[in-house]
């Protein structure tokens, strides 16, 4: 969870600058860009990650419902970050790491969904109303 903060942080900077910047002449714009493609991506499979554990620890602590939702926000983080690596030049090597993220999480929200609605039969709250993952001390 810190290392979302870090690169969020990372990426408020990279926009803060103006072209006219120290960042933006030493390294130049393509560059500046590709970072800030590259941190973004990182924020989004991160956070798919942080959202499938939330809602494996939901169903430790049996709350069906919240596992459902945090399933689907981890389904939802995945795909934006499969969207954010079609810009990369690591395209091609990120692709076995998201499908194989993309068969857990994917695996994990329908079996979540389906026991839900058959078994438990628990109200799954919007994605506004969980609470947002805190980083560890």
Not at 38 to 62: D, N, P, R, T
Not at 71 to 91: H, I, N, P, V
Not at 94 to 101: A, G, K, R, S, W
Request: glycine content about 6%.
């Amino acid at each position: 969870m810190q290392a979302i903060q870090h690169y969020k942080n990372a990426v408020a900077t990279l926009l803060s600058t103006q072209s006219g910047d120290n960042l933006y002449e030493t390294v130049g714009l393509k560059i500046c860009n590709a970072w800030q493609k590259s941190l973004s991506f990182k924020i989004s499979y991160i956070s798919s990650i942080v959202y499938l554990f939330q809602g494996m620890q939901s169903e430790e602590l049996q709350r069906m419902g919240e596992r459902v939702a945090y399933y689907q926000l981890a389904c939802d983080k995945l795909q934006e970050a499969k969207k954010l690596s079609k810009g990369l030049t690591l395209g091609d090597s990120i692709n076995d790491p998201l499908t194989f993220t993309n068969d857990v999480v994917e695996g994990k929200r329908k079996a979540a969904k389906n026991e839900n609605e058959f078994i438990y039969h628990e109200e799954v709250p919007d994605a506004e109303l969980l609470s947002e993952p805190k980083p560890a001390p």
